[in-house]
T-cell receptor, first 112, second 113 residues
């Protein structure tokens, strides 16, 4: 399984873009990159996922490098409610279920 | 929010006692998962289910068993609780039709004294 490396913490000013990096240098060709976040003690929340191309949805954008060894999650206009732990995960599929290996993530603090 | 509930939400129990946590979903999703979350470890998969009566082990399955007798319920049992099983337990669901997104329940905080 591909492992991921994320910085333990980051700060971002409210209203600015938050760029969260993730390294996954051992990713294989059919593995997807997923991003989740966990606000305080709540259950994790799905944000976005991608394989090769950049992706965008109502929450965020995902930029994956051409060699797929790293990616960046972009929150375009961070708000205080975006303060959370963000997890970059490489998906492994076993028997059709999706076993997501969560690491320790990046704690993003949005500063007023 | 996806219809996932966990019960109990909080439990304190003594070492050696059996404990069962329940996850209930109203989404009719095929796959269900149990994770535990501990400081410094992120979330770790305990067991998962890919259908009624079909389950398999995850990363940290020792000391845990699961059962799924119907689509909506996934039970996690600690046969004889130990202090190392003090943790927050999250249930999750997913379905092939939802692009492999997992939806998580609110969690159960278990303390074993």
């Amino acid at each position: 399984d591909a492992k991921t490396t994320q910085p333990p913490s980051m700060d971002c000013a409210e209203g600015r873009a938050a760029n969260l990096p993730c390294n996954h240098s051992t990713i294989s060709g059919n593995e997807y990159v997923y991003w989740y976040r966990q606000i305080h003690s709540q259950g994790p929340q799905y944000i976005i996922h991608g394989l090769k191309n950049n992706e965008t949805n109502e929450m965020a954008s995902l930029i994956i490098t051409e060699d797929r060894k790293s990616s960046t999650l972009i929150l375009p206009h961070a708000t205080l409610r975006d303060t959370a732990v963000y997890y970059c995960i490489v998906r492994v599929v076993i028997g059709g279920a999706n076993n997501l290996f969560f690491g320790t993530g990046t704690r993003l603090t949005v500063i007023p | 929010d996806a219809g996932i509930t966990q019960s109990p939400r909080h439990k304190v129990t003594e070492t050696g006692t059996p404990v069962t946590l329940r996850c209930h979903q109203t989404e009719n999703h095929r796959y269900m998962y149990w994770y535990r979350q501990d400081p410094g470890h992120g979330l770790r998969l305990i067991h998962y289910s890919y259908g009624v009566k079909d389950t398999d082990k995850g990363e940290v399955s020792d000391g845990y068993s699961v059962s799924r007798s119907k689509t909506e319920d996934f039970l996690l049992t600690l046969e004889s609780a130990t202090s190392s099983q003090t943790s927050v337990y999250f249930c999750a669901i997913s379905d092939p039709g939802t692009a492999y997104e997992q939806y998580f329940g609110p969690g159960t905080r278990l303390t074993v004294t």
